[in-house]
């Protein structure tokens, strides 16, 4: 459906070890900072974002997607899409016989962080839905990439990529043989250099907060050496 003003969108984290902010954290737990994240790529892409928990039954989350699609323009879920994992909540929700309503599709893309991936439409409005990893940074790579395109398309509004540019490496990076790499980095003032970050995890939200870039490998490139060129993302 195209959306009538700012999209109004759904942000959804998956996951029984999931704690909101603030409250006791006891072991087997973490903090939920995903829909925090999301939710603020989301406004800051012209949308309203409104967050939502949900655990790892597939039946709960399955009525959880459809009640939201009747009241959201575009759904986004993270976690539970891990090609195989044992918690692979929303895979099971969407692809389980009580979809019926859903029309989806699962894949894995070459690129790190971000490879598995999902979307389609769900509910008798069918309505769109993108579903992320759940690590962070893969989240927030992944709502760069594939997100933030259909917000501009919601809004009737052709796709803005992100500025990109080329500038000179600081530092080695590395990267697997066969994905393209999206690694945190900070560009200079002047543009002409960036600076890889140390913590490339896809856990690790500590260098994705100092990064204002994503450095850009190739994916027949392993490794490229300070002083090469390469694409350089800007982040907004």
């Not at 960036?194 to 690790?204: D, K, N, Y």
Request: glycine content about 12%; some cysteine; overall charge neutral.
């Amino acid at each position: 459906m195209l959306a009538r003003g700012a999209p109004r969108v759904a942000v959804i984290a998956t996951g029984n070890e999931l704690s909101e902010p603030g409250s006791p954290l006891v072991p087997g737990r973490i903090w939920e900072s995903n829909t925090y994240m999301l939710a603020a790529a989301v406004r800051q892409a012209g949308g309203v974002a409104t967050r939502y928990r949900a655990g790892d039954d597939p039946h709960t989350v399955l009525a959880l997607l459809d009640e939201l699609s009747a009241e959201a323009d575009l759904l986004v879920t993270s976690g539970g899409v891990s090609m195989g994992g044992e918690y692979d909540v929303v895979k099971a929700a969407l692809s389980g016989s009580g979809a019926a309503a859903a029309d989806m599709s699962f894949g894995k893309v070459a690129m790190q962080p971000g490879m598995p991936q999902g979307f389609g439409v769900v509910g008798q409005a069918r309505t769109p839905i993108l579903t992320l990893p759940g690590n962070p940074v893969s989240a927030f790579v992944s709502f760069c990439l594939f997100v933030r395109p259909a917000l501009a398309a919601l809004q009737g509004m052709a796709p803005r990529p992100l500025p990109s540019r080329r500038a000179e490496l600081t530092g080695r990076v590395s990267s697997p043989a066969g994905r393209r790499s999206f690694l945190r980095g900070v560009i200079a003032p002047d543009g002409t250099t960036v600076t890889p970050l140390t913590g490339q995890g896809s856990h690790q939200l500590g260098a994705l907060a100092q990064a204002n870039a994503l450095i850009v490998v190739p994916e027949p490139v392993t490794a490229m050496e300070a002083g090469e060129a390469a694409d350089v993302i800007s982040l907004p």
